[in-house]
């Protein structure tokens, strides 16, 4: 056993039986390579990685492997979902010098931590193309042993190339709707009209882009940018990448018609998609209590939002209360073997053994699943197509699709990481918070309040101002927090708070919002991935773009801009603004890559807008949460006079009645008792 035994991290205890000599990132492993006079190699990869996986069985637990690396080497393994900053840095270096990224991501570095060669995956042996991971190895070996003074000066350049890459915004602006409107354009350039989504295949869950354009509707009634979000999460609901039987989205969609997924199922994929179509419902105004079986519109966004809230729950829930950051895409086959997908795939003579005939017809023609298959072996992945198959009551349906699930429940299951993440569960609170609150599932409520409090006992040090980045079975780990883990669980806190009128959790979002301005942000207004007191890496990493999750600097943006709102206080919304700077600049170019910073862009043109809700009334209450106006926040108080949040001073009952009153734009409006009232003036 390795240096990994007693980690936090699930990936880096995957290889902690290694033959590799495996350190964790730490100076006590630079330190050693500048003892040896050796590189080292950094592997960076996360749990659910399939190809991590394959590179694993075929290189680090072959012994032949193990002897070149522990010789030459000193080999570093890092979990990227643990060290995010880490990750970021060499991320972009292999992406600048080899014009693409992934994972895993192999990088060799001097022992002071500058990158001179770079790949991600490679194969035991030549293949297409690419040199085996042992050539590359004795080729490394020989390049730092004989021409040392080159790889110094490759090493050097590199680095002072990527330390140099710092944003500034000189004089930052905030987007006004002209920004907007060039984002929808370039949006609707990029629309699969035929199939739903951005761009070709793969295809990824564009959930920030769709919050976007559901707050960009709600604001301007763009029917357009209505349409592209429910032709979307039709789409994906109908698709192979949503988990038809048991609920929650695969990581992407192979192919171009979200029909084969990459099977890994992520925490913060379901949580944001679960908070979009939940959006979605809610946008349907009138038509938000349609109820039907598997068919489009309101209907299906209830069920997918409820589905997926039901899959975090069931499947992602820790023992403390916390959600795990994802299932593996790999489980076992039933072969002695591990594959993609088997736990997911079905053949039609699966369907029979756990149906019989007549009901696997019927299941077969509904989910697609033929003799030629649509994935490995002739297997189908589940689909829901419109118009597929005869028709049937729904009765019928439902008990196929709950014996199906049932027997699929019974094969080995995909491995679960069990790591923590800080900013994945502020997502997942956010999520659950407003879907049981939307619904009237007052247990999803509760799966979002134990996970904050899971957040703020485990994760927060520095009372109350700080996280760590991730915990394992109630044991916090040791990488402090970046931007995104404080500004997304403040996020979460926010959104729990406007549901529950709990006030803790808006204390505690403003002490870590306190954090992001005091330790993240720049006096011109740009933020930093990381703290100032943070280690030191090659570079300060600083990325205003979105990817799989919000990126920190637009999360903090809108965190800032929500607890303004809350607080009055101006400092915050000026700091909001001056973040947004960044999004005037990209939103004609790049906005695929900027939906959750144009949708706080959205919120900021839209108001401030603010509903307090005082006394006993859940109808009002209610009625104020289900409001489309982008960035609405909502305060709820009791009739006692104690404002316990600024939003809600001066509030009383009318004529003894609970009320609510509303203010946009820094004016207020008559407060109003009646819940239909309530909805009219949030829709003026």
Request: hydrophobic letters at 40%.
């Given at each position: 056993m390795n240096r990994l035994a007693g980690v936090t991290s699930p990936y880096l205890l995957q290889h902690a039986d290694n033959p590799v000599d495996w350190w964790p990132?730490?100076?006590?492993?630079?330190?050693?390579?500048?003892?040896?006079?050796?590189p080292v190699l950094l592997s960076v990869g996360y749990a659910a990685c399939h190809w991590c996986h394959v590179m694993a069985r075929e290189s680090f637990e072959d012994e032949a492997t193990a002897r070149l690396m522990n010789a030459h080497f000193v080999s570093v393994k890092v979990d990227r979902e643990e060290r995010p900053d880490v990750d970021a840095v060499y991320m972009e270096a292999v992406q600048a010098a080899t014009g693409q990224g992934g994972w895993p991501m192999t990088v060799f570095l001097t022992p002071d931590a500058e990158p001179f060669y770079f790949g991600t995956y490679f194969p035991p042996a030549p293949r297409h193309g690419m040199p085996s991971f042992p050539q590359v190895l004795e080729g490394v070996r020989t390049a730092w042993e004989d021409r040392r003074e080159e790889v110094a000066d490759v090493a050097s350049r590199i680095s002072a190339d990527l330390a140099g890459r710092t944003l500034s915004l000189a004089a930052p602006q905030v987007p006004g709707a002209e920004e907007m409107g060039?984002?929808?354009?370039?949006?609707?350039?990029?629309?699969?009209?035929?199939?739903?989504?951005?761009?070709?295949?793969?295809?990824f869950p564009p959930s920030m882009v769709l919050e976007f354009l559901l707050r960009h509707h709600a604001r301007t009634g763009s029917e357009g940018a209505l349409q592209m979000v429910e032709a979307t999460c039709e789409?994906?609901?109908r698709g192979g990448i949503y988990d038809q039987l048991g609920g929650g989205f695969a990581r992407y969609s192979v192919d171009a018609e979200w029909v084969v997924p990459h099977f890994e199922k992520m925490l913060y994929d379901n949580a944001l998609l679960c908070r979009v179509y939940a959006h979605l419902w809610r946008a349907g105004g009138a038509s938000r209590s349609e109820v039907g079986e598997a068919g489009g519109g309101a209907a299906q966004a209830r069920r997918v939002a409820l589905e997926t809230a039901d899959f975090l729950v069931r499947e992602l829930r820790t023992r403390e209360g916390g959600f795990a950051s994802a299932l593996d895409a790999d489980s076992d086959d039933g072969h002695g073997g591990h594959a993609e997908g088997a736990y997911y795939v079905w053949t039609p003579a699966q369907l029979a053994e756990v149906l019989g005939e007549e009901d696997a017809a019927l299941a077969a023609a509904r989910f697609?699943?033929?003799?030629?298959?649509?994935?490995?072996?002739?297997?189908?992945?589940?689909q829901l197509r419109e118009g597929d198959g005869p028709p049937a009551d729904a009765a019928r349906v439902e008990s196929v699709r709950r014996a199906l699930f049932e027997a699929r429940s019974a094969r080995p299951r995909p491995a679960r990481d069990e790591k923590v993440v800080s900013a994945w569960n502020g997502l997942a609170v956010a999520a659950l918070a407003e879907t049981g609150a939307y619904f009237e599932r007052p247990d999803l409520v509760d799966a979002a309040r134990a996970a904050a409090r899971l957040l703020a006992d485990v994760h927060t040090v520095g009372e109350g101002r700080r996280l760590v980045r991730t915990s394992r079975e109630g044991v916090p780990g040791t990488s402090a927090g970046v931007l995104e883990d404080h500004a997304d669980v403040a996020e979460g806190y926010l959104a729990l708070y406007a549901v529950t009128g709990e006030t803790e959790w808006l204390r505690r979002a403003g002490l870590l919002l306190d954090t992001v301005l005091e330790h993240f942000a720049a006096d011109d207004g740009t933020l930093y991935d990381t703290a100032d007191d943070a280690e030191q890496l090659i570079r300060r990493p600083q990325d205003p773009t979105d990817n799989a999750v919000p990126s920190g600097w637009n999360a903090a943006a809108g965190a800032l801009l929500t607890y303004a709102a809350y607080t009055g206080d101006s400092r915050y919304r000026e700091a909001a603004e001056r973040a947004l700077g960044v999004v005037?600049?990209?939103?004609?170019?790049?906005?695929?890559?900027l939906g959750w910073g144009l949708a706080v862009g959205e919120a900021l043109l839209d108001g401030p807008r603010e509903v307090a809700v005082v006394g006993a009334s859940p109808a009002l209450h209610r009625a104020a949460l289900l409001s489309t106006a982008p960035g609405a926040v909502v305060a709820v108080g009791d009739a006692s006079g104690e404002a316990s949040v600024p939003l809600l001073e001066g509030r009383g009952l009318v004529d003894g009645r609970p009320a609510a009153y509303v203010c946009r734009g820094f004016v207020c409006a008559a407060p109003v008792t009646d819940p239909d009232a309530l909805e009219t003036a949030l829709n003026e």
């Open positions: 990132w730490t100076p006590e492993a630079f330190e050693e390579a500048r003892r040896r006079d050796v060039a984002a929808l354009l370039g949006l609707t350039k990029d629309f699969d009209a035929s199939r739903g989504g951005f761009g070709g295949a793969p295809k789409a994906m609901a697609r699943v033929t003799d030629e298959g649509t994935f490995e072996g002739g297997a189908s992945v589940l005037r600049e990209l939103a004609s170019r790049v906005p695929r890559f």
